[in-house]
């Protein structure tokens, strides 16, 4: 059985962010953890050497000019449930795929497929940025 379903809150978030620590994300990146309500865990980057919303707002300008709908202006945050490859690119979608492992590595594995609530032990939220604190991009870490 999957530790991640038992575990309480406190023991998921220490689990996870060990789980972060050891997935060789580079220096740079500012992140926080959260585990609401038992079964919402919540990662927020604040901060990273590359732009991690490029992507994101050249899809939501191409959605505009198509159909009118959605933010022709770029976003300074945005919520995603799972890292979609068309939404990063390079280092930091590789960078992205680790943080998403991380998160996920107690989730799903649950014994009981009849019910999909069932099938996951937590939802996974990754914020870039906040409404009250935007997204920045920090300069590329250079070592020597």
Known sequence: MNPGYF????????MISDELKGAGIPKGW???LSVRDERR???????????????????NLRRFQLTG????????????SHVAPD?????????MKKISAALNKY??????????????????????GTNLVP??????????
């Open 7 to 14: 575990a309480t809150k406190k023991e998921l978030k220490t």
């Open 30 to 32: 500012k992140m926080s």
């Open 41 to 59: 865990v919540n990662l927020t980057i604040q901060a990273a050497p590359f732009d991690l919303l490029k992507k994101i707002n050249e899809k």
């Open 69 to 80: 709908r959605g933010e022709p202006n770029p976003v300074s945050y945005a919520t995603i």
């Open 87 to 95: 939404d990063f690119e390079g280092e930091a979608l590789d960078v």
């Open 107 to 128: 989730n799903y594995d649950h014994p009981d497929y009849h019910d999909y609530k069932s099938s996951f032990n937590y939802l996974t939220e990754i914020n870039l």
């Open 135 to 144: 997204f920045k991009v920090t300069a590329a870490n250079v070592t020597a």
